[in-house]
């Protein structure tokens, strides 16, 4: 017997069959409206869904996605055609690059977060 490929159902298919679940519905009749072959598959979507709420259910992609994030084929299409306007764009994106590399550094050597502050130490020895 042949094994079916693996099939990717939208998160919002998920979350769907999720709702339907803590609704009450039968998970038999859940799989068959949605042409789910195994049922168990919702059980595992339902315990994503419990441990780790809706971005649990979420592929990659579909998270990138929701967060506003493009994807590297929108990232390709919105590049200038001129090739002077590429070097200097990425020349910017280069100098940024080095900047952050370079802050990222000094964080690490100063094993904190951007953001903290470090209180100035107490002199207890009057």
Known sequence: MKRQPARHYPWTVK??????MNAGQSVKDIAGDLGIVNHMLLYKWMRLWNQEGERALMTRR??????????RAQL???LPDDPDELRRLAARLLVEKHVLEHE????KKRGRHPGTTVEPEQDTHH
Do not use: N, Q
Not at 62 to 71: I, P
């Open 15 to 20: 979350l769907s069959a999720v709702e339907r």
């Open 62 to 71: 579909e998270k990138r996605e929701a967060d506003g994030l493009a994807t």
């Open 76 to 78: 390709e299409k919105s």
């Open 104 to 107: 990222l550094d000094l964080v």
